[in-house]
């Protein structure tokens, strides 16, 4: 029998995820922002027939995408570059030709195009400088939702109380000083 002081605190993962998945349910935009480049994130394959998706964050599919996700492929560090403590990621592809299905959606297309910092100045959302693509609203700043930004800035501190996607944050942080790879930074003071 533990005693009062020994008693372990557990995490409800769950309820930490649902609630993540809430807050960051904001459009970034009024409208549709899909229809600005032809749902070039959100479409199940480039016109050269290469599959498309992404990668889901350490215990996102076990918590919210298992049975719903139904077209992924497991990726282990041993052949992937992956942080070391993870030991493998999800990575998932779109369900839909085009467009995609909001409430379906994992938390970095939720949040995109801001990514969760952690420094030595604390917790802040950045934008890269270096982008996959080059998507319009990155060039429509001032037309963001102050509710989306908001909502991504709580909802990536309701998930860093999970220590795995804490680290996950912590490695690509450093990684992104290293290569001095951040063009905008949001902290809990507004735009910098």
């Known amino acids: 029998m533990l005693r009062r002081d020994q008693v372990k605190t557990q995490i409800d993962y769950q309820a930490i995820f649902n609630r993540a998945y809430q807050l960051m349910n904001?459009?970034?935009?009024?409208?549709?922002?899909?229809?600005?480049?032809?749902?070039?994130?959100?479409?199940?394959?480039?016109?050269?027939?290469?599959?498309?998706?992404?990668?889901?964050?350490?215990?996102?599919?076990?918590?919210?995408?298992?049975g719903k996700a139904v077209d992924?492929?497991?990726?282990?560090?041993?052949?992937?570059?992956?942080?070391?403590?993870?030991?493998?990621?999800?990575?998932?592809?779109?369900?839909?030709?085009?467009?995609c299905l909001r409430d379906l959606r994992p938390v970095q297309c939720r949040t995109y195009p801001f990514e969760p910092h952690l420094d030595e100045n604390g917790f802040s959302l950045v934008i890269e400088k270096d982008q996959i693509h080059a998507c319009p609203l990155l060039n429509r700043i001032p037309e963001?939702?102050?509710?989306?930004?908001?909502?991504?800035?709580?909802?990536?501190?309701?998930l860093m109380k999970i220590p795995i996607i804490k680290y996950h944050i912590?490695?690509?942080?450093?990684?992104?000083?290293?290569?001095e790879n951040i063009n905008r930074r949001y902290t809990d003071r507004g735009w910098e």
């Open 144 to 158: 963001w939702r102050q509710a989306f930004i908001e909502g991504v800035y709580k909802g990536w501190l309701e």
């Open 72 to 99: 992924y492929e497991v990726h282990s560090c041993q052949i992937y570059d992956m942080p070391p403590k993870i030991k493998k990621l999800y990575y998932i592809f779109c369900h839909e030709s085009e467009g």
């Open 26 to 66: 904001e459009p970034i935009i009024e409208g549709n922002c899909g229809e600005l480049c032809g749902y070039h994130c959100c479409r199940r394959q480039e016109r050269t027939g290469e599959r498309l998706g992404m990668y889901l964050l350490p215990l996102e599919f076990e918590y919210m995408q298992r």
């Open 170 to 179: 912590l490695y690509f942080s450093l990684e992104r000083n290293e290569m």
